[in-house]
């Protein structure tokens, strides 16, 4: 199985609500990856994890909130969110070897529009 | 200017035609990324390279790490290759930085 996948496909939500987006993979990958891709750009890395533990964080706002419960799941939890945050989201899962990372597998995307 | 250079940005070509994608990048790295995207979003991972050339189906992707340059080759192309291919290189362990993309659109 070299499938990353993602919940929901589509999520429309206005600016008081909260919502999360869901990424799992069962490929025994121990880093996880969010991911953030507006309209004809490249994608923009919002979070890393390694082994379940938050790595890296591009100076993402709060209103972002990402969790990983255990190794072949990771969430994004979103509160008060403003329409310049409708975009594509995607998740990424990779093998973590020491000193460098292996090939990034991509999930199909959560495309939100913040209303 | 970017780390991560693509070019051409837009490539319309006839079915059938050889097609070729390139990068330059200016940092230095560990490996380059060849990915390719679809309308609709999913992102699928064509190529990862650290030295050399690597072959598969149709597809060929090459790197030249002295010349900071990397090629991406379509043989035989057919209008399903129609998709945005991005190069993306790993200058930090977890970290890609991704080039503008290409857009390659294949005429039947």
């Known amino acids: 199985d070299t499938e990353v996948t993602q919940t929901p496909k589509h999520l429309v939500m206005g600016m008081t609500n909260k919502k999360s987006l869901k990424c799992e993979q069962h490929?025994?990958?121990?880093?996880m990856y969010w991911y953030k891709q507006k309209a004809k750009k490249p994608p923009e890395l919002m979070f890393v994890?390694?082994?379940?533990?938050?790595?890296i964080n591009e100076s993402v706002p709060s209103r972002f909130s990402p969790e990983c419960p255990n190794s072949s799941l990771l969430n994004l939890h979103l509160h008060a969110l403003q329409p310049e945050d409708s975009a594509l989201y995607l998740c990424?899962?990779?093998?973590?070897?020491?000193?460098?990372?292996?090939?990034?597998?991509f999930g199909p995307g959560t495309r939100l529009t913040v209303l | 200017k970017n780390e991560v250079e693509q070019s051409p940005q837009n490539l319309t070509a006839q079915e059938g035609e050889f097609i070729t994608i390139n990068c330059s990048y200016s940092?230095?790295?560990?490996?380059l990324h060849w990915l390719q995207q679809h309308p609709g979003g999913g992102i699928v991972s064509l190529f990862m390279?650290?030295?050399g050339k690597k072959k598969h189906g149709r597809l060929i992707a090459t790197i030249n790490i002295q010349e900071k340059h990397s090629s991406l080759h379509i043989t035989a192309s057919h209008p399903r290759d129609s998709a945005v291919y991005i190069c993306?290189?790993?200058?930090?362990?977890?970290?890609?930085?991704f080039g503008q993309g290409t857009r390659l659109t294949i005429n039947p």
């Open positions: 390279l650290s030295s």
């Open positions: 994890y390694s082994y379940e533990k938050l790595s």
């Open positions: 990424a899962s990779s093998q973590v070897v020491v000193g460098r990372v292996g090939t990034q597998y």
């Open positions: 940092v230095g790295i560990s490996a």
């Open positions: 490929m025994g990958h121990r880093a």
């Open positions: 993306a290189v790993r200058s930090e362990v977890q970290k890609l930085v």
